[in-house]
T-cell receptor, first 115, second 109 residues
Framework: DVKVTQSSRYLVKRTGEKVFLECVQDMDHENMFWYRQDPGLGLRLIYFSYDVKMKEKGDIPEGYSVSREKKERFSLILESASTNQTSMYLC??????????????FGPGTRLLVL | GQSLEQPSEVTAVEGAIVQINCTYQTSGFYGLSWYQQHDGGAPTFLSYNALDGLEETGRFSSFLSRSDSYGYLLLQELQMKDSASYFCATPGGYQKVTFGTGTKLQVIP
């Protein structure tokens, strides 16, 4: 079975702190994604990566950055956390495909509270 | 850009059939996926339609009509464990996927 793990299930941070969320997948997938999920807004793509050291902005990249130094690991960084970044953060991975139709496998999510 | 619209909530009775609709507007269309997410859980893949028509997987079926920019997920013989949120999603070209806002299904006895 594909396994995607995230470093924390719950996290509480203060405004202005630098926050690191880590995601690891064990299926040798080329693609990895970071989403945030908010009530009524569904899943919104923050960043994705299709290869080591490669990254692409999603729909809401402002206030976030990412790092992919190894194929299995994709990190989301909040440079200076703000209260409007309080959310559920979901990581996903998928194998390479031509048009993005491959199944995405999600981690359990990190619920971040910024005070 | 891509946008997908779903009803926010649906309630159905255990043992019944329920249909969750999804309409989309996309700049390029490759297919429609469906994911299920239980409260507190991760989304999990249910189905993918690349072509028009009905795809059946056990109690769940998914339908796509490209000409109508419309699809639906059909759940039969509803069980209490089917209470969850359901998301439609469409690839947006080269790895990117856009998700709908989700439909919260409540199954009642």
């Amino acid at each position: 079975d594909v396994k995607v793990t995230q470093s924390s299930r719950y996290l509480v941070k203060r405004t202005g702190e630098k926050v690191f969320l880590e995601c690891v997948q064990d299926m040798d997938h080329e693609n990895m994604f970071w989403y945030r999920q908010d009530p009524g807004l569904g899943l919104r793509l923050i960043y994705f990566s299709y290869d080591v050291k490669m990254k692409e902005k999603g729909d809401i990249p402002e206030g976030y950055s990412v790092s992919r130094e190894k194929k299995e690991r994709f990190s989301l960084i909040l440079e200076s956390a703000s209260t409007n970044q309080t959310s559920m953060y979901l990581c996903a991975s998928s194998s390479a495909g031509q048009r993005g139709e491959e199944t995405q496998y999600f981690g359990p999510g990190t619920r971040l509270l910024v005070l | 850009g891509q946008s997908l619209e779903q009803p926010s909530e649906v309630t159905a009775v255990e043992g019944a059939i329920v249909q969750i609709n999804c309409t989309y507007q996309t700049s390029g269309f490759y297919g429609l996926s469906w994911y299920q997410q239980h409260d507190g859980g991760a989304p999990t893949f249910l189905s993918y339609n690349a072509l028009d028509g009905l795809e059946e997987t056990g109690r769940f079926s998914s339908f796509l009509s490209r000409s109508d920019s419309y699809g639906y997920l059909l759940l039969q013989e509803l069980q209490m464990k089917d209470s969850a949120s359901y998301f439609c999603a469409t690839p947006g070209g080269y790895q990117k996927v856009t998700f709908g806002t989700g439909t919260k299904l409540q199954v009642i006895p």
